[in-house]
Structures are given as C-alpha cells and as structure tokens.
C-alpha cells in the first residue's frame, strides 16, 4: 500500500530535503523518525528537493507498507520530530501515485521586506535598495510558457533536459512586503533564486526587462544573474490529479 504524506518544515537549519552523507537534511529526520515507529527501515520520496536554508509550506512524500496505517502516525511523527518539521496530513493512494512524477504544478515564493524586522529576518531577504516592480514584472511576463531554461539551472545538475512549462510568475506589493509567485510543472536546481536574482537586477535597472529573453536564448548560467539568498524562498504548494487518491 502507498500512501502521501504532506509536510512542511522551516528549512534555517536543514541542507536542504535531500539526504546526504555529512550533512542535516529533512528526508533524514523523517526517515529516522518512521523507522523507529515502524520498526523498520524505511525510505521516503519526495515531490522535489529544496536547497540548504529554502522553507517548505506544503511539499508531499510517499512510502511503502505491508500494513494499513492509520492518522494516529501523523500524530506519532509529530512527537518525535523536532519543532521545524511538522506532518499536516496523510492519506493512502493508489499504487502507480507517485510524489515527484503524478505531481501536476509546483509552486514558489519568494519574499523581500524593504523594512527591517528582526522576527523575519530568517523567512525574508531584507533589501532597501528602490525597485522598479513594473519593469521587474514585464520581464518576468517573459517567463511564461514551455522554454529551456538552462541559463537559470545550477551547472551541475543531472536532468534529461532543462525544459518547464512555466504559468504563473508576477511580483505582487503589499506594504513593506514584495512577494514573486512562480508556478511551473517543474523547477531545475537553483532555478527559482537565479530568477529572483535576475528580475532584482532588471528591477535596479542594470538591465533592461526584454533582456531576460536573450538570456533564455543562452543557455548559460553566467548570463544570468546572482541566486537570490534561500531564507527568502518557500515552496508553497504542489498538486496533483484528484484520482490518485484512493477511494
């Protein structure tokens, strides 16, 4: 039986989701902590990884078991992990849903406060440089659809090809606070923060918004800008096809 975990996690003190050898990762304290209540090995997949410091509000993962489980491991895991990583729900699924590949859209953002504020300090990037939102915007209009973007992908990646179907991407105003909102089928590593950093430079007017495009057209991360700082970055939804719940 396969069933869908929904998580979220303050990401500040985490290398990112992934597991890795010498280094704190989300998917090692979940995996840990299943495997004490089950009392068994047990290995997790995940919708997608997130970078070292990046937060999640809502990510999924799935795993595999003999036996039914019951909404009393929710509860279970939340004892046992620790206060940054918290389980907002479960639910069996079918047998071909799968948290990565079923997975329909992803989406991010990423926050920015022009006021400092101690208490946000590690969920916004603190930045009281002016902008130009309007012209940040018409290049990020430019984003939208099916495109390579290898230009905003980390050089070492191991992926078939550097396409997303990118739909939604717009900064939005409210007060103090600017929030980019990006959803696409599929993100690449960094790609999100080298977006950020890109459209921040067209905002400070260091290049012009239709730029963007030609930077596309490169397909070489050094014609992007700077990655964006990851405190300032959530994933904040991913959704699926309502069938592969299991009824």
């Not at 991407?169 to 590593?189: P, Q």
């Amino acid at each position: 039986m396969r069933y869908f975990f929904e998580i979220a996690y303050n990401g500040t003190t985490f290398h990112g989701w992934q597991r890795q050898k010498n280094a704190k990762s989300v998917q090692q304290e979940v995996e840990e902590a299943l495997s004490k209540v089950l009392q068994s090995e047990v290995s997790i997949t995940g919708s997608g990884r997130t970078d070292t410091g990046v937060h999640c509000l809502q990510q999924f993962f799935h795993l595999e078991s003999d036996e039914a489980l019951t909404e009393k491991l929710s509860f279970t895991l939340n004892k046992m992990l620790g206060p940054d990583i918290a389980i907002n729900n479960m639910f069996q699924v079918i047998e071909e849903g799968h948290a990565r590949f079923s997975a329909l859209s992803r989406k991010y953002e990423y926050r920015i406060t022009t006021k400092k504020d101690p208490f946000q300090k590690d969920f916004k990037y603190f930045l009281n440089r002016p902008l130009n939102i309007q012209t940040m915007n018409d290049a990020a209009a430019l984003l939208i659809g099916k495109q390579d973007f290898e230009s905003f992908s980390k050089v070492k990646t191991e992926v078939n090809n550097f396409f997303c179907d990118i739909t939604e991407a717009e900064w939005k105003v409210n007060g103090t606070d600017l929030v980019f909102h990006i959803r696409a089928n599929r993100f690449l590593r960094g790609m999100v923060r080298a977006i950020v950093g890109t459209l921040l430079d067209v905002g400070f007017g260091k290049i012009a918004p239709e730029e963007v495009k030609n930077i596309i057209i490169a397909k070489n991360r050094k014609q992007a800008g700077s990655a964006a700082p990851a405190h300032g970055l959530f994933l904040t939804e991913v959704t699926y096809p309502p069938e592969i719940v299991k009824k």
